[in-house]
């Protein structure tokens, strides 16, 4: 990044940590307010760590290639089918992906002419790289500390992200503080939304005994014989049963709306439609193949009366500033 694109960086953004105003110093940024700076990590994505303590999540390049290429592709797909229609569907400008992955959608967007950007964990900063994401529109930071000002966007969304907000390793073992963590996540999405703005928040549905996303790697998988029985289910069809109530990372609809509305303030929230939102490549495996039609049928056509219980495998809301 040249000296020139940090001063325009200085423009949009602010300190994560303090909301202060930004300058460009050589080849980083720093906080005019609280002094803290920001830098171009060996990808050439600008790091916003605002805790400099702790596990190092920054700092690893874990995630295989293999992931970020099925990813790739399942985002896209995921993109063009659910996320662009729904939000296209509603006049907009400026758009954040929070937990954007690949970025397939946030490039997409780009090309379109919408002023879009997209955030996740350092590990995509080098998938980021190879694929040629333009610095000035991917930012390596955390959910619930961005570097935007308020009422930046009139649109964002955030997809099956929220469930690993206040988790230990990033996956579904929870802290002991996760519901504070997850509601600094709401706070900071509504915060960066504009009023009247709309924010789009998927997870699977934790009131539903299946989650359809996520294998049986967490608090629940003991060595007791529930744990048994629930990993043999899994390997035999991929199905990962889990208690619908308690401590569990999968939020409910009425919890999302508490994080959003009830302690976030936003006026309006929306149980929204499924058609186009999955793949159903896990329909694929053999044993599941004759009930990919009748799954297909039940998740896209589930009446809206009946989308914030139990009965919906999913949980996907749109809420209103
Ligand atoms: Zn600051």
Known sequence: MKTGEFDALCDK?????CHGRLEAQESRLACTKCGSH???????????????????????????????????????????????????STPFKS??????????????????????????LPNMARFWARAGKDPAHFFC??????????????????????EHIGSVSGY???CDNYTEIRQNYADELL???????RIL????????????????????????????VRAMIYSKTGANIHPTWGKNHLLSY??????????????????????GYFGFSKFERKSLKPLLHVARFYIENLPGFLRKTGLNPYMLARITK
């Open 254 to 275: 009425s919890e999302v709306r508490d994080l959003f509305c009830t302690k976030g303030g936003a006026r309006g929230f929306e149980a929204m439609h499924l058609r």
């Open 13 to 17: 953004l602010v300190c994560p940590a």
């Open 95 to 120: 758009v954040l992906d929070v937990g954007c992955g690949m970025g397939m959608g946030t490039s997409e967007l780009l090309e379109d002419g919408y002023d879009a950007y997209g955030i996740d």
């Open 172 to 174: 579904s073992t929870l």
């Open 201 to 228: 928040i998927a997870c699977p549905n934790k009131h539903f005994p299946i989650d359809i996303q996520h294998g049986p790697q967490d608090d629940l998988s003991t060595e007791t014989l529930i744990g048994k």
């Open 38 to 88: 920001y830098a171009p990590n060996r990808h050439g994505y600008i790091e916003f760590r605002v805790d400099q303590t702790g596990e190092d999540v920054y700092e690893q390049d874990t995630t295989p290639d293999e992931y970020a290429e099925t990813q790739e592709y399942c985002g896209l797909r995921l993109f063009d089918e659910y996320t662009k229609p729904v939000i296209l």
């Open 141 to 162: 930071c955390d959910a619930a500390r961005l570097p935007f000002p308020d009422e930046s966007f009139d649109v964002v969304y955030s997809l099956g992200v929220i």
């Open 191 to 197: 915060r960066v939304t504009r009023p009247g703005g």
